[in-house]
């Protein structure tokens, strides 16, 4: 597809079990960012990716988050040990080029988790 | 620390009526970048225009305009002659990294819903 893919689209899970969410960004984007939204409240950052690495996980909430991007392209964001305070919209979004002054945020529709 | 504050939690208005939407942001930068994007019911954010901290000039784009006042820290959003179409959650967000442009914070959001 065009746009930026995320599956899946919604997750039921109990807590305490893992889970990996994935996206796939536009083909050629080189910039990936993972937002975390609650119900109510805006995106919020977690990760950002430039190619294959990291460059600003300072948003990622604790070490049970974790995030890869190994092949520059598809990225899958994992949480280890649920909790009830996970569930949220995870919002994937790729740019073409990471600085505000050129890229144009595209986002995903969001993978939807649910811990009970 | 960067915040951005949309007061209005959620605006009604009738078909063809125009509507304002607030935003007021709080940065210690004197460089930073603005942003609006909608939230449709699908959930994927949609971009709806950038604009960096020198630049005051206001925006038009068909029924939108922009009014950014960097005296008073706001950038507000009129949509002229409301649509049903227009019914979704608007975001205002705030870029102080001009490298990683693209890492926002947004406020909570302002749900509009336009009735026919």
């Known amino acids: 597809g065009a746009g930026v893919s995320q599956t899946p689209s919604n997750k039921v899970t109990e807590k305490g079990k893992y889970v990996e969410l994935r996206c796939d960004p536009i083909?050629?984007?080189?910039?990936l960012y993972w937002y975390r939204q609650s119900l109510g409240q805006g995106p919020e950052f977690l990760i950002y990716?430039?190619?294959?690495?990291?460059?600003?996980d300072s948003g990622l909430p604790n070490d049970r988050f974790f995030a890869v991007r190994p092949e520059g392209s598809v990225s899958t964001l994992k949480i280890q040990r649920t909790e009830r305070g996970d569930s949220a919209v995870y919002l994937c979004?790729?740019?073409?080029?990471?600085?505000?002054?050129?890229?144009?945020?595209?986002f995903g529709e969001g993978s939807r988790l649910t811990v009970l | 620390a960067q915040k951005v504050t949309q007061a209005q939690t959620e605006i009604s208005v009738v078909e063809k009526e125009d509507v304002t939407l607030d935003c007021v942001y709080e940065?210690?930068?004197?460089?930073?970048?603005l942003f609006w994007y909608k939230q449709p019911p699908s959930g994927e954010l949609v971009f709806l225009i950038r604009r960096n901290s020198f630049d005051e000039q206001n925006e038009i784009s068909g029924r939108y305009s922009w009014n950014f006042q960097k005296s008073t820290s706001s950038f507000n959003f009129t949509i002229t002659a409301s649509q049903v179409v227009d019914s979704a959650v608007y975001f205002c967000a705030l870029s102080e990294n001009m490298e990683y442009g693209n890492k926002l914070v947004f406020g909570a959001g302002t749900i509009l819903r336009v009735k026919s």
């Open positions: 940065t210690r930068d004197t460089t930073y970048y």
């Open positions: 990716f430039q190619g294959t690495g990291a460059a600003d």
């Open positions: 979004a790729s740019s073409l080029s990471p600085s505000a002054t050129t890229g144009e945020l595209f």
């Open positions: 083909s050629g984007h080189t910039a």
